[in-house]
């Protein structure tokens, strides 16, 4: 029977191992994306992520069809949809490249017994993180929970396949198929469309991944590492919403910076492995969260469930959120945030140091905002870098550090461009008070951490 090839967060036809082994078995191909928001423990996506999922599967279907084959869409629990459907193509095979969050293994376990005891083959393969995270172990064989060890042994590690060609025809499956009409899925915002700016900032879909880092490699690489922390530089690479959605592969990255690299000496060599590095933080966080499923909820560092937070200020939860908090560099992230779908690296640091330590607002609200305006909003990336940022997560920055917003935006907006691109009316009368004094807050913050210090 045909081989269906089920497509998740590996929105690509190059280098897409399980794409790639369903090729090779011969048979038509039944290609499937199905939409889950019914199993057990999945969490739905936030608004952003659904307009960029809108726009990537219009574009993985575009690709499949000139190559001959079609995107059945279908909705639903993954278990039982793909059940009936290997069931009603008499499918031989079941292909899927592998996902890392807990709720996203039980099913695909569960999935793959079914599969297997009616006869069915069913496989699944490594497509989007350079290293499983069980292969990279500690000396006593656990976990690593500090990255510059972690990083070290993905280094000593064999190095990462080269990237699979895109197939260059896919055995369509001629046979009926029952497909949903992606309209009907209701993932674009239209009461009220506010994705006007996201549509202005991005292009979803592989086409667009490989254009965005062949620009990047070409114009950027070389001095990624002296300007990837100014906002108003565009010095990174911009691709994580396209890793999110697997539109590109860490494999087709790490390969194409390592060969940029080689025609290039001193500190643009450097910035190439300085962003190779920075691609090892999303290796880290995949890590974390396979040995921590709870990463959303639960922090890392039991003593931070003492932390005693005030009571929700939703004045001052609704100020950062529209970017009205007075402080202009984190009122900028915030806007950027709502307008485009994005905010830099940087800022996003400030912006939640900000809320958690100066407003003093549990990270998981800050967390929840960011999973609903990111068109990157990743399982991992995102409650890893609150956690980070909390100080309560793997090695996170100590809870004492604090970032002054007023001296990040000296240092790294120093001419303001970033802020007046985002907060056009800074400087006016327009613009809004500091909602909260930063020393007072600060020091109320370090207070609060002194109750738990030492905790375990
Ligand atoms: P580049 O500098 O070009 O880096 C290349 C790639 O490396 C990125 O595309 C990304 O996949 C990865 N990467 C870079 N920095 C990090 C990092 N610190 N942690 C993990 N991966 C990294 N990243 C997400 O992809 N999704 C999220 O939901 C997310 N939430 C975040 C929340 C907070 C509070 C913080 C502080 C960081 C978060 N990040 C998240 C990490 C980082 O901000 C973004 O990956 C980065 O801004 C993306 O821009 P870029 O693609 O131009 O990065």
């Not at 011969?26 to 999945?42: F, K, M, N, Q």
């Not at 009409?181 to 979803?204: E, K, S, Y």
């Not at 990111?374 to 995102?382: F, G, I, K, M, Q």
Request: charged letters at 25%; hydrophobic letters at 45%; aromatic letters at 12%.
């Amino acid at each position: 029977g045909p081989s269906i090839v089920w497509f998740r967060d590996d929105l690509r036809l190059a280098d897409n191992p399980a794409l790639h082994a369903a090729v090779g078995r011969g048979r038509p191909i039944v290609a499937v994306y199905l939409l889950d928001e019914e199993s057990a423990g999945i969490r739905p996506l936030g608004g952003a992520a659904r307009w960029w999922l809108h726009g990537s599967l219009v574009s993985l279907a575009d690709s499949l069809e000139s190559l001959g084959a079609r995107l059945t869409l279908r909705r639903g629990p993954a278990e039982a949809v793909l059940t009936e459907l290997a069931a009603s193509v008499g499918a031989g095979a079941v292909f899927w490249n592998r996902r890392y969050g807990a709720a996203e293994r039980a099913v695909d376990t569960r999935l793959k017994s079914g599969l297997r005891k009616s006869g069915t083959w069913a496989g699944s393969f490594a497509g989007s993180l350079l290293h499983e995270p069980w292969t990279i172990q500690t000396g006593q064989g656990g976990p690593y929970s500090v990255f510059t060890p972690f990083w070290r042994a993905c280094r000593a590690a064999p190095p990462p396949r080269p990237p699979y060609p895109a197939p260059a025809a896919l055995p369509g499956y001629s046979g009926p198929l029952v497909s949903d009409v992606l309209a009907d899925w209701d993932l674009l915002p239209d009461r009220p469309d506010w994705a006007a700016g996201l549509r202005a900032a991005w292009q979803p879909g592989e086409a667009a991944a490989q254009r965005l880092l062949d620009v990047f490699l070409r114009d950027s690489l070389p001095r990624y590492a002296d300007e990837r922390d100014e906002p108003a530089r565009a010095a990174t690479s911009r691709l994580s919403p396209h890793l999110r959605w697997g539109e590109i592969s860490p494999f087709q990255i790490w390969h194409a910076t390592e060969w940029a690299r080689t025609g290039l000496a001193g500190r643009a060599q450097e910035s190439a492995t300085r962003f190779l590095t920075e691609v090892g933080w999303r290796e880290f966080s995949h890590h974390v969260l396979f040995n921590a499923p709870d990463l959303a909820t639960v922090n890392l560092r039991p003593e931070f469930d003492a932390f005693p937070w005030p009571p929700l200020d939703e004045r001052a939860l609704a100020a950062w959120q529209q970017g009205r908090t007075g402080y202009p560099l984190v009122d900028a992230g915030m806007r950027e945030l709502w307008r485009t779908g994005s905010m830099h690296n940087r800022v996003r640091m400030v912006a939640a140091s900000f809320l958690i330590k100066n407003l003093l607002i549990d990270w998981r609200e800050g967390e929840a905002w960011f999973w609903d305006t990111l068109v990157d909003a990743d399982a991992a990336s995102n409650p890893f870098g609150w956690q980070w940022v909390a100080g309560s997560g793997a090695d996170a920055a100590p809870y004492f550090r604090v970032f002054n917003p007023e001296l990040q935006a000296q240092k790294f907006d120093p001419r303001g461009e970033y802020i007046r691109e985002n907060v056009p009316e800074w400087g006016t009368d327009a613009y809004p008070a500091p909602i909260v004094d930063l020393g007072e807050t600060r020091r109320a913050a370090l207070a609060a951490y002194e109750k738990i210090k030492g905790l375990k």
